[in-house]
């Protein structure tokens, strides 16, 4: 995987692959497209692979894509990769200019950090009191535990791209300074990871790939900043083929997400075959970027990227409420239970499904899409080991929620109050000025 890559010192964008902007005011559109194509197909990934029934008192889920080789799919479809990686590209990006506007590290991570949290907090507000209302009315009690798990289960992310974020300052400076060696020893980090979880038969010992396998492809986004991302259509069949071969004789299975039964996941914790597979991706994505960016520039398409950018957090944030929404009308209320997968049954209900999902989504965005709007607080004049704090705190709260959800109980209440917290300490200090005045 790593020979394909640039070694540290050059620093000439190569002509198959074209330099990205690396100074503001200009964004890169094609990192723009990366994010929104990756929300969207986690979206459309969410919303198609429940297969759903109602038996009067519990609800049954299984998913699309365990019939036959439909797994296939998940190794363009499992867009996590792309999105750290998009994620990486774009810090490297605003890390940058922000130093040369003079902003220190704390200051930006503060910023930071208060848009990733915020979002968070309507969303809480919204799904501690709703299981007990839900209970409260006589709706049966596993259907609600079961939304109340998985609504706060998405927030993994965030907290995982915290650490990224958080790590940006540090690992952005070992990537200017030592280049390809840095993701080649995350990589080198994940492979150990694997042997170890694979060899020893014990799950737990495969959590450390949580942090190296996203940080890897999250290190990849700073490269493409540079411009040090090359070759990427050998790139793009390294990945994949490394991937097809750890699946093939390997202790890996195909999916790139998890199944239902399967006694490995590649997701959960993240293996070696995904960070493969992610590999593959970015190559992909690296080598049509001159077709990605021409694209960007159509005016339809310009106009799309502007309405969806300040509207991606949210979309993510609360597209499963959207479809808990509609399964408890359409399957618990009306009993209707899902096709056999790849059926002509499911295939011509699939439109209407997505259809009667992105209506529900709609007034959840038009509500909630201004926590997401840029932060506009004064400055945060807070120091290193005030930010660390509230950095520790936010994940802390989002890795709360991301374990136990909003099931009613006092883990909830706990992880908000950590995000609470977390915010406070971000927001800008009180400076006092001479004469004892203070200000914001």
């Known amino acids: ?15 198959r692959t074209p330099s990205p902007p690396s100074a503001p005011p200009g964004r890169d559109s094609f990192i723009d497209v990366l994010r929104l194509f990756g929300m969207a197909l986690v979206v459309l990934q969410h919303w198609s692979m429940p297969v ?32 750290f990686f998009a994620g990486g590209a774009a810090n490297a990006i605003s890390r940058r200019g922000a130093v040369r506007r003079g902003v220190a590290a704390p200051q ?8 990733l949290v915020l979002p968070v907090l309507p969303l809480a507000v919204v799904w501690i009191p709703l299981p007990h209302l839900l209970l409260a009315l006589g709706l ?5 535990v079961t939304a109340s798990r998985l609504a706060g289960q998405l927030l993994w992310f965030l907290a995982i791209y915290l650490v990224a974020v958080a790590a940006t300052p540090l690992m952005l400076r070992l990537s200017t300074l030592y280049g390809l060696r840095v993701p080649a020893a995350l990589m080198a980090g994940a492979v150990a990871v694997d042997v170890l979880r694979f060899s020893s038969g014990l799950e737990i010992a495969g959590f450390p790939n949580i942090v190296l396998v996203w940080l890897a492809v999250h290190q ?15 790139m793009a069949a390294a990945g994949y083929g490394l991937a097809a ?25 993240p293996t070696l075959a995904l960070l493969a597979v992610g590999v593959g991706q970015i190559g992909l994505a690296v080598a049509l970027r001159r077709w990605i960016t021409g694209l960007a520039a159509l005016p339809a398409a310009a106009r799309v990227l502007a309405w969806a950018g300040p509207r991606m957090m949210t979309v993510y944030l609360w597209h499963m409420s959207a479809l808990f929404t509609v399964t408890a009308v359409v399957v618990v209320g009306l009993g209707v239970t899902t096709p056999e997968p790849g059926t002509s049954a499911w295939l011509s209900g699939w439109p209407h499904w997505l259809v009667m999902l992105a209506l529900a989504l709609w007034p959840l965005l038009r509500a909630f899409t201004r926590f997401e709007e840029k932060d506009s607080a004064a400055p945060y004049r807070g120091g290193t080991v005030r930010i660390a704090v509230a950095t ?36 800008s200090a009180r400076v ?9």
């Open 1 to 15: 995987m790593t020979a394909v890559l640039t070694g540290p010192a050059p620093r000439v964008p190569l002509p």
């Open 52 to 83: 759903l029934s109602f038996s009067g008192t519990e609800i049954t889920t299984g998913n699309a894509l365990a019939s036959g080789n439909a797994w296939v799919i998940t190794w363009i479809s499992q867009v996590m990769p792309l999105v």
């Open 108 to 115: 930006w991570l503060a910023a930071r950090l208060r848009r």
């Open 140 to 144: 049966p009690e596993q259907p609600v």
């Open 220 to 234: 990849l986004g700073f490269l493409y900043a540079d411009g040090r991302l090359s070759r990427p259509w050998a």
């Open 245 to 269: 071969l750890l699946v093939a004789f390997g202790p890996y299975p195909g999916s790139m997400i998890g199944m239902p039964g399967a006694e490995v996941s590649n997701m959960a914790p």
């Open 392 to 427: 520790a705190l936010a994940g802390t709260g989002l890795l709360t929620l991301t374990v136990f959800g909003f099931v009613p109980g006092w883990a909830p209440a706990l992880g908000v109050a950590a995000l609470l917290a977390a915010l406070l300490l971000a927001r």
């Open 432 to 440: 006092r000025r001479p004469g004892g005045a203070t200000t914001a």
